[in-house]
């Protein structure tokens, strides 16, 4: 018997905004290493990539996300030595069936019809080989056309997750799905808890690309119709896929269990749960972040340089210096180089309203942390003031920033560590460590690194007006402008 064909499909377009404020738009908590050594994504897509066996093959992993992070995606592959198969980029964010849409659509291109195992980006679980089994078993069911879902015995009586109501164990390890429950109040959630048959629904999916575009076809032909025209309008380099932006901005946003997981049961089209004993996460705010991490005697959690006295069920995360946390209960401390939040744990779903405000007042706490990662590397804002800015900046080896000129500012540049290649006006220079130029403003310059380690310099602007937004780029390798 040939293996069962799995293309694993990994949702990272999210904005993390509940993480706030070490989740930011421009560097949202799928990418974060919030414990360990590896990002949420990265732990999805090792998680995808370890289904292989026992009859079961898999393919690189397909991403969907948003422009802004599409190197991201890629070093943070890299980092574990795997290449997607493709990246596909939404123009805009329009929900996740139109995401799967598209990953549908992929995966057929090339005359196939593979199983589409779909995760979000953003999910931790405890117990990895219990995971693999229940995805395996997902897998051979929607081999044969049913569609199967990942459903999590609830622990607790949860109000935050949307239910997944099953059949009766007697009907075998995958049971019929028999309906969608929306997120419950408390009293409700209680009793779906007492009464059992009740399971978290955890946003996975696992069907063919086919079973996905046939449902959407009959229950929202709409989407699949805009969704086709975006496909049909795309264009491509390298690894990246990108829909028409015009074409995808008319689909209509909606979710996947909206559009078809919903109106499933009744219909003809199969739907069965998998029970997923493996001690999920969605990590969706930060008492959720709490619950994972390891604790001390008094329930407290803390990471990076924190000191914890006289507090109870506590999480304080430190990321750039020494936090000290003393007499608070049921609390949640989280430092980063430009903010601080101090919330209640059972508060933590309202810091969407901070990371609200922030947007509205167009704050850059908003979007960005003060080191800002880009494609070729980062660049760290450590002091500003009137007419002047102070950055530290890493260029990767092999890597260059755009060819480009500002119309007021003027930079000087110190060489920390590694060997610049600098272009200023005609001119082509190599600095090496305690070596520096000056930038003078309107001169068209760029920075490379043609070494083998990573080369760090401080930049010193000055001028009348030192915003990102001053840059005339001639030439990028990232195809910015």
């Known amino acids: 018997m040939n293996p069962v064909d799995v293309q694993p499909v990994i949702m990272a377009g999210g904005s993390g905004t509940r993480l706030w404020p070490l989740s930011r738009a421009g560097y949202p908590k799928q990418f974060l290493v919030l414990a360990g050594n590896e990002s949420l994504f990265q732990q999805a897509a090792r998680r995808l990539a370890a ?32 290449e997607p198969a493709a990246v596909l980029l939404e123009p805009a964010g329009r929900n996740t069936a139109p995401a799967l849409t598209l990953a549908a659509l992929q995966a057929m291109d090339d005359g196939r019809d593979p199983v589409l195992a779909v995760t979000p980006a953003d999910q931790t679980v405890a117990d990895e080989a219990a995971f693999t089994r229940a995805l395996r ?157 390891p604790k001390d005697g008094a329930g407290n959690a803390a990471v990076g340089d924190a000191i914890v006295a006289d507090c109870r069920n506590t999480l304080v995360h430190a990321s750039s210096r020494l936090v000290s946390v003393i007499g608070i209960d049921d609390a949640v401390v989280v430092e980063t180089a430009d903010a601080v939040l101090v919330a209640s744990r059972a508060k933590s779903q309202d810091v969407k309203k901070v990371v609200e405000r922030l947007g509205q007042e167009q704050r850059g706490e908003h979007a960005l942390h003060r080191k800002v990662h880009r494609p070729w590397g980062w660049y760290d804002s450590v002091d500003d003031g009137a007419r002047f800015q102070v950055k530290r900046i890493m260029v990767k080896p092999g890597a260059s920033l755009s060819l480009q000129m500002h119309h007021h500012r003027a930079e000087h540049w110190i060489v920390v560590s590694g060997t610049a290649e600098v272009t200023v006006g005609d001119k082509k220079i190599l600095l090496a460590e305690n070596q520096s130029t000056y930038i003078p403003l309107g001169e068209v310059h760029r920075l490379a690194n043609p070494g083998k380690v990573p080369l760090e310099i401080i930049e010193v602007q000055s001028g009348s007006y030192l915003g990102e937004d001053d840059i005339v780029r001639f030439e990028d390798t990232y195809g910015r402008r």
């Open 137 to 293: 078993d997902a897998a051979r069911i929607a081999a044969h056309g049913e569609i199967a879902i990942l459903g999590v015995p609830p622990v607790r009586p949860e109000t935050g997750y949307g239910y997944i109501r099953a059949a009766s164990p007697d009907a075998g390890d995958a049971p019929a799905v028999t309906a969608f429950v929306e997120k419950p109040d408390a009293d409700t959630a209680r009793r779906y808890l007492a009464e059992g048959g009740y399971y978290w629904n955890a946003g996975m999916f696992v069907l063919r690309a086919s079973t996905w575009l046939a449902a959407l076809e009959r229950f929202r032909p709409d989407i699949a119709a805009a969704t086709r025209a975006a496909w049909d309008a795309r264009r491509g380099d390298a690894l990246f896929v990108r829909p028409g932006a015009a074409e995808f901005a008319a689909v209509p946003a909606e979710s996947v269990d909206y559009a078809v997981m919903e109106r499933c049961p009744g219909s003809d089209i199969g739907i069965r749960m998998v029970a997923l004993e493996a001690g999920w996460n969605d990590l969706g705010a930060w008492d959720a972040v709490w619950q994972v991490l």
């Open 51 to 82: 289904l292989a066996g026992e009859g079961v093959a898999v393919g690189a992993p397909m991403v969907v996300g948003n422009e802004e992070h599409r190197f991201l995606v890629l070093d943070q592959l890299r980092e574990q030595r795997l």
